[in-house]
């Protein structure tokens, strides 16, 4: 043990800077202004990220309890002159419940930052109706905005059954647009 203990401090000190880095960009400061968005900002995926068109931008997802349940997951952009934009609501018809994951990757190849969130709803009605459940939520970037993609969000978590990531969801995105393309686009996806 008294080997152990001096080898791993060491091995600490020579990482330091790394590990700092790494915390530093892991790190959610509070952000100013989020205090005039209504509803409770889920912190933990709240993230900047460099948008195409805007530059730096902070995604801040907020979850509005004064909202019908369907529409309580609300998302807004802090834009870098402090303002806020907020995206068009995903709405599924479900109770959203809670968000597991987001990432800011250029599904659709257009050239573009898109949004891909993967996030808890429950259905509130039969036997499962507490049970959550997760679901993609693709908002896909155009160059006047976000537009969110139902869609293909709702394809792209039926096929998942569940099994959610962000790399599948991007794997299933590029299969059912594929697909969508070559039969014309046709197959409209009815809402729940």
């Known amino acids: 043990m008294r080997r152990i203990l001096p080898r791993l401090i060491e091995m600490l000190l ?27 900002p889920i912190r ?11 530059g730096p931008v902070t995604f801040v997802p907020v ?28 709405d599924i018809n479900f109770i959203f419940h809670d968000m597991d994951a ?11 930052t898109d949004i891909i969130i993967i996030s808890q709803y429950i259905s509130g009605i039969g036997r499962d109706a507490a049970r959550p459940f997760r679901m993609a939520i693709i908002y896909l970037r ?22 959610l990531n962000i790399a599948r969801v ?12 070559k039969d014309g686009g046709t197959g409209k996806v009815r809402r729940p």
Do not use: M
Request: aromatic share 10%; with cysteine; charged share 30%.
């Open 14 to 40: 020579q990482n330091a800077p790394v590990l700092f880095l790494a915390f530093a960009s892991c790190k959610q400061d509070k952000i100013p202004a989020i205090e005039k968005i209504p509803g409770k």
């Open 44 to 54: 933990e995926q709240t993230f900047t990220f460099q948008d195409s068109l805007l």
């Open 63 to 90: 979850k509005d309890e004064s909202a019908p349940p369907h529409e309580q997951l609300k998302i807004y952009l802090k834009l870098g002159d402090g303002s806020h934009t907020k995206l068009p609501d995903a």
């Open 102 to 112: 987001v990432s800011f990757v250029d599904v659709d190849e257009n050239g573009l």
């Open 142 to 163: 155009r160059t006047d905005g976000f537009e969110f993609d139902f869609e293909d969000s709702w394809r792209v978590s039926e096929l998942a059954k569940g099994n």
């Open 170 to 181: 991007r794997t299933l995105f590029r299969e059912v647009t594929r697909h969508a393309a």
